[in-house]
């Protein structure tokens, strides 16, 4: 299982959010796909990313004014895997994880372009 490629389990129906919708209907986005993470894309190129419980912890401590962004708060920095990388590779990469612990998604990007999303769960359901 880990020597398969990240294309052959990722989503490849990738629910995005543009950079000039508001905060409040991106997160209201997230719950209503119950996902946790949308990737930020301007046309098919990513260019960041927000989850479910950074935008969700600072709408509850009223962090954002109105009309707040998603550009405005998104990540920027967005660690990625390529459809090519092997199972492992994105594994290890998720548990490296980002200054506040371990990843749960990685979007799949090809040539600049968002093409897919590889989760926790999508890795766990093929130990089953």
Known sequence: MLNKKVKEIMTKDVITTSPDIDVVYAFEKLMEHKISSLPVVDGDELIGIITATDVGHNLILDKYELGT????????????????????????????????????????????????????????????
Do not use: C, H, R
């Open 69 to 128: 962004s998603v550009e405005e708060i998104m990540i920027k920095s967005v660690s990625t895997v390529s459809p090519e990388d092997s199972i492992e590779d994105a594994i290890k990469l998720m548990k490296e994880g980002a200054s506040s612990g371990i990843l749960n998604q990685l979007p799949v990007v090809e040539d600049g372009k968002l093409i897919g999303i590889i989760s926790d769960g999508d890795i766990i359901q093929q130990l089953f």
